[in-house]
């Protein structure tokens, strides 16, 4: 199992989760389902990184 940092707040109505790590975003209208959202995205990154190699995936320091 992967452990990510995620950013989650309330932003003009919306929930937003942003993943520390990887950049991706997440939206919905309720904390759960931008979770949700954040998962599915992160789950079809990774299955694009596996078959392409020459994606760039690296923690980013802040």
Known sequence: ???????????AGYWVALCLENGLVGQGINPEATIKQLNEAIASFLEVYKIEPDIYHASLTI
């Open 1 to 11: 199992m992967n452990f990510y940092t995620t950013v989650l707040r309330n932003s």
